[in-house]
């Protein structure tokens, strides 16, 4: 080894001096970024300093040639000519007014003074016929002259649009300003019209055309600013401003110059110089609010000409993508992308739907040519815009949408003015005239313009009209006004829509041929051309549906590993997503026909122009349903036949649940809104008179839905923010809870009593010193009273248990102790005592059902509507306790209780007599006066009658065939809501204090009347007997139990009711069966002793039955005999008695 290469160390230690190599590094990249930034500062000063410099001399030198320009023209001679007017007058002048007044952004008297006098110079130029002084020479002069000529006229033109911007009322010299405008525009009027030219002949009329044409080029481009100005100006008027009216016409007469020169049509995309204006015109013109509103008349008749229109949609059409950017762009410019009310983009919308309608009841004029064409490039344009308005608003939303009276607090009216003026513009979509005249184009060929120009994207436009595009626009108006209109919504669309005679029905049959095809049927039926094909895109394939459905399946389990404390490992996952063979699934379903294949994937499985279909005829069908009566929707069977009204019903049915259960975006969002709306309708008038095989409505669910226990804990751990858009089960059973069955949602109506019981007990509600059980006592001949005074006020607490001590008629306490049957003998009496009509707050329909209603007379008995409320506690007490109440409410009750909609058939339930009457008006085929009615109803009560207007001043309105609509709809809604809502919402705010709203939404109106009072009218007497007990020596082997079960089978369905009536106190089975009866039921031996010669003779036990109804307990002596078990138990079930008997 070399040792003088041997590594050596240094043992002096390191020096103080010495550092590191990466903070010599850094230290080093410190002192270059130093260096850097004084290079980069020095830079900066010196350019600061140029600018500024440049600026003063500018400045300065502007001042000196403004003097000397005031001294020209104040000795100027009588010759002149026009390079004088150019170079000695006009190009100064450009100079000082550019650097002084337009950068500067401000006028003053002296800058005003100097624009009077040039402009005045310009004109006295412009109208000499003297060749050697008018400035328009220059134009069709030598190149420099021309040159010359097109440099000055565009400053001119950039300095009107600078005047432009300055006249409004917060410039202090308006009307100066407004003066020297209006010349200035004059002169750009003549300029851009050759033909007014007094200097021109024959031999230059081309050159002064083009350049002309070069002039209004310039104009139409973005360079000029002239279409910003003239928006920032449009909207500082108003509609009285006739002060400006000359300034306003010459501006916009200019602003329409470049359509005057348009070629026929686009050749290609390098010629664009004066389509470059109609797109400014578009972006900044269209898109200003209220365009029609500011303008006079005339104006607004040059807007409306077609020459303006056409090209307009033309561009929107094959620059959409660059004129909605534009758009944002000039929103985002004006600091208003978030604070507008209306996008700029909406009132593009309704600024052309105003101009396209030449009238109130028409398009455009009869004369005009080729009219189809026009409603095809208008429709569409309406589409393209309107889905991108659509996109902004109902992902991000517009301020204040929702806060409409928080919003008028604060700022008046002024807010919801603008969307009410917004809305206005947008008033012909909802006249008839205006579908009527899109439907009779509909399917025509559309006669193309002959041009060898034509590009093949204006091609497309020349297709024809068809029902898909007139859905799509009306689809498009519904979402807009459901956003957009502050006040009564998409109303004003829907009863136009609703009423066209036979669209719904073509709606329908075009939904039917793509949703629901016979015999391999396609979309091709529909329509013509493109709109063929567009039915069978972003249809989901079979593997997208797989995963769909997966991923539903493991979202579930994940949820009850969540339950149960286990991690799903990769075995349980594979066997959760495959289940059952795919092929057995298929089958499966493809044997349900009223699980609509096509729809299994919800909204995100069909195309965008389904979705609009289905969302138009949704929207549609529920509103015209509200209207349709039982005669007409069952009997004539209008709009459609009930066949159909089932295959509707089923293909609502698979959307809805599919959307719920998978989730659907912000898009589809007024989609679902729609359809479940009309799902509901639908299934309520099938739950009032059945058209629908129950099969129909569980279809749906059949192989998808979980267990039902697991669903209710679903929906009570996993609520969804949003039920109609996120996926979730719970959803599925708040929305569409008919596609489980009926005893399912018993199961989950107990799950969630359950459950909130649990919860209560875990918050310490139950064990907390202030929530033990409640004590009262009442007596025996006031139940009603005294539990009124003793429970009213402890609103849900009435979840805890009740104690109960009775007294007696002599004012003594009744011997006992309450665990659990006096509070169910409470209960049982004060609902005997309270619904009983002769108490006043409840009365009986006239129908053969007699069921119960709140009586009109309840408002003036003394605490009526506060008694109404706390019998609907007594009632959710009754519910929540699971005892039955043998008592069942009318439909109409029901409906207001769960928040749904009364049709007015619904009124032959509750006032038959009513209902034939008013039908009988709907369809009185003379003359109404004849009848002498008003728009008044009459009441009695005790004695005295009392007259109430139906509406306002309604004594004084005569019902006529004209309004006898009215009269029918205000005296059922009078008899249905008016008349009834003061006692459903008591009862309501009482009922809802121990059960949720949404339990009670699990079931229709006769389903709740089930679950209040059990099942059907008979008994199933194998299940009572598994459930029952023995008590006091009997067993179900005793002689004298084998005879009761063999007697019991041997009565009459209406014998066993009454039995139970006499045992429990209600005559139907709980409707899980008597596992669920509470208390369980008893029967106890009665000993009764019998003489050994009574015996041997035959006699048998006189002693009668009893029962102890809070119990549940019949008491049965022991009986030897069928027949006489038979006989005693008949006595004693029929004599309305039951404790005393014993």
């Not at 209004?216 to 449009?234: D, L, N, T, W």
């Not at 051309?529 to 972003?538: A, E, I, M």
């Amino acid at each position: 080894m070399d040792l003088n290469r041997k590594h050596k160390v240094s043992l002096r230690g390191a020096s103080s001096g010495e550092i590191s190599r990466d903070a010599l590094l850094a230290k080093v990249s410190q002192e270059r970024e130093l260096r850097s930034y004084a290079r980069r500062a020095n830079a900066a000063s010196l350019l600061i300093q140029r600018v500024w410099r440049s600026y003063i001399v500018r400045k300065k030198a502007a001042i000196e040639i403004q003097e000397e320009w005031e001294i020209l023209l104040s000795s100027r001679s009588d010759t002149l000519t026009k390079s004088w007017v150019s170079s000695s007058v006009l190009r100064p002048f450009l100079f000082f007014i550019r650097a002084l007044s337009v950068q500067h952004q401000k006028i003053n008297a002296r800058d005003i003074h100097c624009m009077q006098t040039c402009f005045k110079i310009l004109l006295e130029s412009i109208n000499s016929n003297d060749q050697g002084f008018n400035f328009c020479s220059l134009a069709v002069g030598t190149i420099e002259e021309s040159k010359t000529w097109a440099c000055q006229t565009r400053k001119m033109v950039s300095l009107c649009s600078f005047l432009l911007i300055e006249c409004n009322y917060s410039q202090e010299r308006i009307r100066d300003v407004i003066g020297v405008s209006a010349l200035l525009l004059r002169i750009l009027i003549v300029l851009t019209d050759p033909k007014s030219w007094k200097v021109i002949t024959k031999d230059n009329f081309e050159d002064a055309e083009t350049a002309g044409k070069m002039m209004i080029q310039f104009i139409g481009s973005c360079k000029s600013g002239y279409y910003s100005a003239v928006r920032r100006y449009i909207k500082t008027l108003t509609k009285h401003t006739d002060e400006r009216l000359l300034i306003t016409t010459s501006a916009v007469t200019l602003a329409l110059r470049p359509f005057q020169v348009r070629q026929p049509a686009f050749v290609d995309e390098n010629q664009l110089d004066t389509n470059l204006a109609v797109e400014e015109y578009v972006s900044l013109i269209l898109t200003i609010p209220q365009l029609v509103c500011c303008l006079p008349s005339a104006l607004i008749r040059a807007l409306k000409h077609r020459s303006i229109l056409m090209p307009c949609f033309h561009t929107i059409l094959i620059l959409k993508d660059k004129i909605l950017t534009r758009i944002s762009e000039m929103e985002h410019l004006e600091n208003q992308s978030c604070t507008m009310e209306i996008p700029s983009v909406g009132w593009a919308i309704g600024n052309i739907i105003s101009l396209a309608t030449v009238s109130e009841t028409d398009f455009m004029d009869p004369q005009e040519s080729n009219p189809e064409l026009f409603y095809v490039l208008y429709v569409r344009v309406i589409v393209t815009l309107s889905e991108n308005l659509l996109s902004q608003v109902e992902k991000v939303g517009i301020r204040d949408t929702h806060l409409d009276t928080e919003a008028t607090s604060k700022t008046g009216k002024g807010e919801n003015s603008v969307k009410i003026s917004f809305v206005e513009l947008l008033r012909p979509v909802c006249q008839q005239w205006h579908l009527a005249k899109l439907l009779a184009v509909s399917g025509k060929e559309i006669r193309v313009i002959a041009d060898k120009d034509a590009s093949t994207s204006s091609k497309k436009a020349s297709e024809a009209l068809g029902l898909l595009d007139i859905a799509r626009l009306y689809s498009c108006m519904l979402r807009i006004f459901c956003v957009l209109n502050p006040v009564v919504g998409p109303l004003p669309v829907l009863n136009m829509i609703s009423f066209c005679p036979g669209y719904i029905v073509s709606l329908w049959n075009s939904l039917d041929s793509v949703l629901l095809p016979k015999n391999g049927c396609t979309a091709d039926d529909l329509s013509h051309g493109s709109v063929k094909s567009s039915w069978n895109t972003r249809s989901p394939s079979e593997k997208k549906l797989k995963h769909l459905k997966n991923d539903g399946v493991n979202r579930w389990v994940n949820v009850l590993n969540k339950f149960s404390g286990k991690s799903p490992g990769p075995r349980e996952h594979v066997e959760c997503t495959s289940d059952q063979p795919e092929s057995s699934q298929v089958n499966e379903s493809t044997d349900d026909v009223w699980d609509v294949e096509t729809l299994r994937g919800g909204p995100v499985g069909i195309s965008k122009d389904v979705s609009c279909l289905l969302h138009l005829f949704c929207a549609t069908y529920a509103h015209l349903l509200v209207v349709l009566d039982d005669i007409q929707f069952y009997e004539k069977q209008v709009p459609f036949m009930l066949e159909k009204q089932r295959r509707i019903a089923s293909m609502l049915n698979t959307l809805v649940y599919n959307g719920l259960l998978r989730g659907t975006g912000p898009e589809n969002r007024q989609l679902m809104d729609s359809a479940i709306r009309c799902l509901h309708l639908l299934y309520e008038r099938d739950c009032r008179h059945p058209f629908c095989p129950s099969a129909l409505w569980l279809s749906p669910g059949k192989t998808s839905r979980p267990p039902i226990a697991f669903a209710a804990r679903t929906h009570e751990v996993l609520p969804a923010s949003d039920v109609v858009t996120s996926p979730s089960m719970g959803s599925v059973i708040t929305i569409t809870p008919h596609v489980f069955p009926f005893e399912e949602r018993v199961h989950v109506f107990r799950e969630f009593i359950s459950i909130d019981k649990a919860s209560r007990k875990m918050a310490g509600e139950v064990d907390a010193p202030g929530a033990r059980s409640i004590e009262i006592v009442v007596r025996r001949g006031h139940v009603v009273e005294d539990g009124f005074r003793q429970l009213n006020s402890i609103g849900s607490r009435l979840k805890s248990s009740i104690h109960v001590s009775f007294v007696n008629e002599s004012g003594l306490p009744e011997a006992g102790l309450d665990y659990g049957g006096l509070s169910k003998e409470f209960l049982t009496d004060i609902t005997k005592a309270a619904f009983a009509t002769e108490y006043g707050l409840f009365s009986q329909t006239p129908t053969s059902d007699r069921l119960l209603v709140p009586s009109p007379s309840a408002r003036h008995l003394e605490n009526g509507v506060q008694m109404i409320e706390f019998l609907g506690r007594i009632v959710g007490k009754a519910l929540y306790e699971g005892i039955l109440l043998d008592y069942s409410f009318s439909h109409v009750f029901i409906q207001k209780l769960l928040g749904r909609y009364s049709f007015i058939d619904e009124l032959s339930g509750l006032d038959p007599e009513l209902y034939r009457n008013l039908m009988y008006i709907k369809n009185y085929d003379g003359d109404l006066k004849e009848l002498c009615l008003d728009f008044t109803v009459t009441e009695e009560f005790c004695g005295k009658m009392s007259i109430i207007e139906l509406k306002p001043g309604g004594k004084d309105i005569s019902v006529m065939n004209e309004n006898k609509m009215q009269y029918i709809h205000a005296m059922a809604d009078y008899k249905l809501n008016r008349q009834i809502v003061p006692f459903s919402n008591a009862f309501y705010r009482g009922l809802t204090d121990l059960i949720s709203p949404a339990w009670l939404k699990l079931f229709n109106a006769h389903e709740f009347n089930q679950l209040l009072s059990g099942g059907n009218h008979d008994i199933d007497v194998d299940d009572l007997r598994r459930n029952t007990k023995y008590t006091g020596g009997y067993s179900d082997s005793s002689r004298t139990i084998k005879i009761f079960w063999e007697v019991m089978k041997g009565f009459e369905p209406n014998e066993r009711c009454l039995l139970l009536k006499f045992v429990t106190s209600c005559s139907r089975a709980p409707l899980l069966g008597f596992k669920y009866l509470q208390p369980t039921f008893i029967i106890h031996k009665v000993s009764c002793d019998t003489s050994l010669w009574a015996a041997i003779g035959g006699q048998d036990v006189e002693r009668l039955p009893s029962a102890s109804t809070c119990y549940n307990t019949l008491k049965l002596p022991t009986y030897k005999r069928a027949s006489t078990m038979r006989e005693k138990l008949l006595y004693a079930i029929t004599s309305n008695a039951g404790f005393e008997l014993s």
